[in-house]
C-alpha cells in the first residue's frame, strides 16, 4: 500500500476483535509516530503503549467519546509538554497520531483517536508526571468488520477541493 492509497482509504475504527497485536506490530506503529516530523525537531512528545484491558477500560471513561479505548488491543497515550505554552505542541503531536495511524493501516489495523477530557483523572490512572500532559489517546486493534479494511471510499464523503481551497488569498 502507498501512502496516497492508504490516505484515501483510511477509516476510523472504533470497534476490535479481541486478538492481541504482534509485538512487531506495536513496535511499527510506535516506531511510526516517533519518525514523525516536529516543530524544530524538537521531538516534544512521550508515548504510552497500554495493552492491559482493565488500563484501557479506565482510559476510556476519561473522554465522553473515548469509549472505543475499552476494546482496543492497544491503546497509545500521546504526552505533550503544556499545550499552551507554544502553539506547535500539538501540531506535532498530531503528526505523530498521524503517522501511527497510516502505519497500523498499512499493516490491517484499526484506528481512533479519543479526546481526553478529563487529563488529571488519566495521569492518576497511567502514572505520568504533571509536567506531561494528555489530550489524545489512540485505540488501535483489528477490526471487527473486516470489510472496512477494502471498502470502497464514499463518495461525498468528504468537501470537495474547491469548497475549502482559497488560492493566493481568500
Known sequence: MNVSEAIRTKRAVRQFLEKPLS???VRAILHAGRRAQSSKN????QFIAIRNRETLKALSTCGEWAGHLAGAALGVAIL????TARFQTMFDAGQAAAYMQLAAWELGIGSC????????????ILGFPPEWHLRIA???GYPAEESV??????KGG???LDEIVHWERW
Open 113 to 124: 483517536p479519543a479526546s481526553i477530557y478529563e487529563p488529571e483523572r488519566a495521569r492518576e
Open 42 to 45: 524538537m521531538q516534544a512528545w
Open 138 to 140: 489512540i485505540s488501535f
Open 80 to 83: 505533550t509538554p503544556d499545550p
Open 149 to 154: 479494511l477494502t471498502a470502497i471510499p464514499k
Open 23 to 25: 509485538e512487531e506490530e
Open 158 to 160: 468528504r468537501r470537495a
